[in-house]
Every structure is written in structure tokens, then in C-alpha cells.
Nanobody
């Protein structure tokens, strides 16, 4: 099992910055890839950043150049640095991770953290 806990959300003015945290616990040595998703009111959940275990990251076009994902394996924590925030970034942000155990695939979600960007 893997537990994910997000933190760092809050209220910020447009143009400001926030740093989100995703702390992982449990069978962390078996975690494969980790991701950040967000879900705005009335919209589908959107994948915005991916951290592959091999060390590469990828971003959705909507956040590329403004958001930076990093992953500290020693602290079992993933970060999302969000700069130049826009009102349309307002959403609940979720951490996601997956792992394999033999041939079994497992996927885990955190509880989410609210980010609100005022204009």
C-alpha cells in the first residue's frame, strides 16, 4: 500500500506562486511513476505533470513553462512549483502514484489540495 498526502494549496493572487507537496508513505520503494492532476469545478480531472521513475518529467501545455515538478526520493516527496499563476489554474490538485507488485498494477490518489487564484 501507498499513502499520498498533498499540502501547500491556498489562495494567491494572479501572477503569484505556490509550491505543492505530495508526501508518500508505505511501500514507497516500489513506487513507479508519480503525477499531478487537477480538477476545476465542472470540469474533468486533468493530467498536468508526470514524473517518471527514470527521472524525466513532462507537462501539459497549459502549465508548461510555468510549473516545475521535482521529486526527492530521499524524502519520499514530490513537489510542484507553480509560478505565474492564473485564475484558470484554480482547481483541486491531486497527487497520483502507481506501482507494480509482480504482475499486479496499483494506482493511488491523495485527498487533494485546493488552489485558488484570484484575479
Amino acid at each position: 500500500q501507498v499513502q499520498l498526502v498533498e499540502s501547500g494549496g491556498g489562495l494567491v493572487q494572479a501572477g503569484g506562486s505556490l509550491r505543492l507537496f505530495c508526501a508518500a508513505s508505505g511501500s514507497i520503494s516500489t513506487i513507479n511513476d508519480m503525477r499531478w492532476y487537477r480538477q476545476a469545478p465542472g470540469k474533468q480531472r486533468e493530467l498536468i505533470a508526470v514524473s517518471l521513475r527514470i527521472g524525466t518529467h513532462d507537462y501539459a501545455d497549459s502549465v508548461k513553462g510555468r510549473f516545475t515538478l521535482s521529486r526527492d526520493f530521499t524524502k519520499n516527496t514530490m513537489y510542484l512549483q507553480m509560478n505565474s499563476l492564473k485564475p484558470e489554474d484554480t482547481a483541486v490538485y491531486y497527487c497520483n502514484a502507481d506501482r507494480y507488485s509482480g504482475t499486479n498494477y496499483y494506482n493511488y490518489w491523495g485527498q487533494g489540495t485546493q488552489v485558488t487564484v484570484s484575479s
